[in-house]
């Protein structure tokens, strides 16, 4: 577990993943792919059997890969302007922060990555048969090839028609939402502080820091970087000189630095990224800066705050009077509550033990997490009794597995909001039962 959670947390990692969760990255990719399966079919000739029985017809290969050729075009059009109206509907209908969920979509990538690299095989293949780059059995290669490629045609249409029952709908982008925000919060449960040490205050009195080099949201916080760099620093050997800096100084003092703030916090240019126990020169401060990846928009990884404010959200667009859905608001409340429950079971169950001895972080501030999520539900749907029994349903499962401290104000709270516009005494009467049930888990 301690090994899976240094390899997921490195920024080399999160960097890679932003990149392959861009579409043009898998369509380039698969394209090249595309282009250089049909440049290279000619030199496969000599594996082919002697006797293999295959005769093709004159003209048969090129009328082939016209027809995908063709097909191709039609279908990449096709599927991208689906993917262009999911977006728009999924931000008008949700909100524009779960938008990048759908964008990042493996199966819709895939597809379009497929359909685009059998285009660009099949007008390679046609102009190379035009230049007679494939004479004899090397047509039969090509001709092999083609039905390989079309084979994956089917597959990825095949999916990307499944998906595309659900793709970009409310319900759609609330599971996508629930699990982005459960991986960040499950993770963040079972290795606390990213591996780090609890913070100490007499870091942050010494007022050493380590400045952001420009505004923006902190993305990911490369914990591992930021420990083995702090090691060469103090002189501990931990750390391999290849990695950036000048190697231990085994004169110097243990160098001890403090994480400011978690992923997900703004920061304005040269705000603290951290704190140190002693001063440092500026190159191991600028390695130091390096580890942090700050950008325009928060990310759901190291960030479950994120993913639950972006289903509060969801809930509030869902109960504004526009819209008037107060069943997906409640939808949001569940899941909303399955992402804050997976927190809780995940951290009474093993966690990893503090292997980052030379950083220091805060804690996840899961008080703020459930101001977060259920303050806004609470104020947009004070009026209807139904959300508001579900949202006191939701803080009691909450309190009965581990979250009461943290539940119980909330509850509180949307309460006094509730009765300050709910006039009808029945409708009183099961609400106060509904919250008096948070209680008995306190």
């Not at 290279?40 to 290969?61: D, Q």
């Not at 191991?284 to 580890?291: F, H, K, R, V, W």
């Not at 980052?356 to 008080?367: I, K, N, S, T």
């Amino acid at each position: 577990m301690q090994l899976l959670s240094a390899i997921v947390d490195t920024g080399l990692v999160f960097r890679a993943r932003e990149v392959l969760r861009k579409p043009s990255v898998r369509v380039v990719l698969f394209s090249l792919v595309g282009v250089v399966t049909a440049l290279t079919s000619s030199y496969l000739e000599p594996v082919l059997p002697r006797n293999l029985p295959i005769e093709l017809a004159s003209g048969a290969v090129d009328d082939l890969l016209h027809i995908v050729a063709s097909s191709m075009l039609a279908v990449t059009t096709f599927s991208v302007s689906i993917m262009v109206s999911a977006f728009s509907r999924a931000a008008q209908s949700t909100t524009p922060r779960a938008v990048k969920l759908l964008v990042a979509d493996g199966v819709a990538q895939n597809a379009i990555a497929v359909f685009v690299g059998s285009f660009l095989f099949s007008i390679v293949g046609i102009i190379g048969i035009s230049a007679g780059y494939y004479e004899g059995r090397a047509r039969i290669i090509l001709f092999l090839t083609t039905l390989g490629m079309i084979a994956l045609i089917v597959w990825a249409l095949l999916r990307w028609l499944n998906q595309l029952n659900d793709f970009g709908r409310m319900s759609d982008v609330i599971e996508r939402l629930e699990e982005a925000a459960t991986s960040a919060a499950v993770g963040a449960a079972k290795c606390p502080r990213g591996g780090a040490l609890p913070i100490d205050e007499t870091l942050r009195a010494r007022g050493i820091i380590v400045p952001a080099p420009r505004g923006g949201y902190l993305r990911h916080v490369d914990y591992g970087q930021l420990d083995r760099i702090a090691g060469r620093a103090g002189g501990d050997g931990t750390g391999s000189d290849d990695e950036g800096g000048d190697g231990p100084d085994p004169a110097g003092p243990p160098l001890i630095v403090e994480v400011a703030n978690h992923a997900g916090h703004f920061v304005h240019k040269g705000d603290p990224l951290l704190y140190l126990s002693r001063p440092a020169d500026r190159k191991t401060e600028a390695a130091l800066a390096a580890g942090f990846a700050i950008g325009d928009a928060r990310s759901f990884d190291q960030d479950p705050r994120f993913g639950l404010i972006v289903l509060s959200e969801v809930a509030s667009r869902a109960l504004s009077p526009a819209v008037n859905d107060p069943g997906s608001a409640i939808d949001v409340l569940r899941a909303g509550t399955r992402v804050l429950l997976a927190h809780h079971r995940a951290g009474m169950g093993e966690v990893d033990p503090p292997t980052r001895r030379h950083v220091r972080a805060p804690e996840l501030d899961m008080a703020a997490a459930y101001r977060e999520f259920f303050a806004p539900i609470a104020r947009d749907g004070r009026k209807l009794v139904e959300v508001q029994q579900v949202l006191q349903d939701s803080l009691r499962a909450l309190a009965c597995n581990g979250g009461a401290a943290l539940a119980v104000p909330v509850a509180d709270a949307a309460l006094d909001s509730a009765l300050a516009e709910i006039r009808d005494d029945a409708d009183v009467a099961r609400l106060r039962a509904c919250h008096a049930r948070v209680g008995d888990c306190a």
